[in-house]
């Protein structure tokens, strides 16, 4: 278990989990991109969902203003419909993960992306308003994305920066909305997860409690962040997701030609 292959996604989870802490992302951006390289898309979803889920729950009821309870009530309470969508929306995508290529998924979400960040260059920031049919479209689209390609943090994000500057909402709804995302990979993939070698379990073990670790780091050191270089680091982890899935579309449909 503990060749240098193990040993180095431990320490990239480590990493990513810092991150995670202090934008509310990072997780499966980083992790994805890495298992990616070395496993099928569907087999790097499937590992990553655990190490995940266990990071969302925790950035979504640790920190903030609120307590756990607090933290679980007044979130709930106020992004429930989009919640909702999102894990709607999560089956439906990691069923489209098993029906069409991702390829195709991807470069539309790169596509998104570059005008969303351009924008924000530009001066032209994008306001959504909270209204019941755009948060039930954002919900949906994000939980598809996510479902299908592991990056419904995208969509989400671009919608909760136009909606909020607050950086602890940002963090906390989108991780939410990315928690209900994983329990609907849970439901749809039970067979995959069933199947994982012994191995794998244990490097999934491995990955989360190092995880948990240096996500209470992150999570202390975004206490220190403003709001607005909260914004920037965001921005720049859009740019650099942006790249990452328009760069695996090109890759994969090179591949189907």
């Known amino acids: 278990m503990f060749n240098f292959e193990n040993l180095l996604l431990t320490f990239i989870f480590a990493v990513a989990s810092v991150l995670h802490g202090i934008s509310g992302i990072g997780v499966t951006l980083v992790a994805t991109t890495a298992l990616a390289s070395l496993y099928p898309l569907q087999h790097a979803i499937i590992l990553i969902i655990f190490?995940?889920?266990?990071?969302?729950?925790?950035?979504?009821?640790?920190?903030?203003?609120?307590?756990?309870?607090?933290?679980?009530?007044?979130?709930?309470?106020?992004?429930?419909?989009?919640?909702?969508?999102?894990?709607?929306?999560?089956?439906?995508?990691?069923?489209?993960?098993?029906?069409?290529?991702?390829?195709?998924?991807?470069?539309?979400?790169?596509?998104?992306?570059?005008?969303?960040?351009?924008?924000?260059?530009?001066?032209?920031?994008?306001?959504?308003?909270?209204?019941?049919?755009?948060?039930?479209?954002?919900?949906?689209?994000?939980?598809?994305?996510?479902?299908?390609?592991?990056?419904?943090?995208?969509?989400?994000?671009?919608?909760l920066l136009g909606s909020t500057d607050d950086k602890n909402t940002i963090a906390k709804v989108g991780n939410m909305c990315y928690l209900l995302g994983k329990v609907a990979q849970i439901i749809v993939l039970r067979d995959s997860l069933i199947a994982l070698p012994t191995s794998d379990w244990l490097l999934i073990g491995l990955v989360t409690t190092v995880s948990v670790i240096f996500l209470l780091f992150g999570i202390r050191l975004r206490h220190y962040l403003s709001q607005h270089r909260f914004r920037q680091l965001v921005l720049v982890i859009l740019t650099v997701l942006g790249l990452r899935v328009g760069w695996q579309g090109i890759t994969g449909l090179m591949s189907l030609i």
């Open 51 to 159: 190490p995940s889920f266990a990071l969302n729950l925790m950035t979504w009821l640790i920190g903030g203003e609120r307590s756990v309870w607090g933290n679980f009530t007044y979130y709930l309470k106020h992004y429930w419909l989009l919640a909702l969508m999102s894990l709607l929306g999560s089956i439906l995508g990691v069923k489209l993960l098993m029906w069409v290529d991702s390829s195709y998924i991807l470069l539309l979400l790169a596509a998104v992306i570059a005008f969303y960040v351009i924008s924000n260059a530009l001066g032209k920031k994008i306001i959504l308003p909270a209204t019941t049919p755009v948060l039930i479209a954002t919900g949906l689209i994000a939980g598809i994305v996510g479902g299908s390609t592991n990056a419904m943090s995208t969509i989400l994000l671009m919608y």
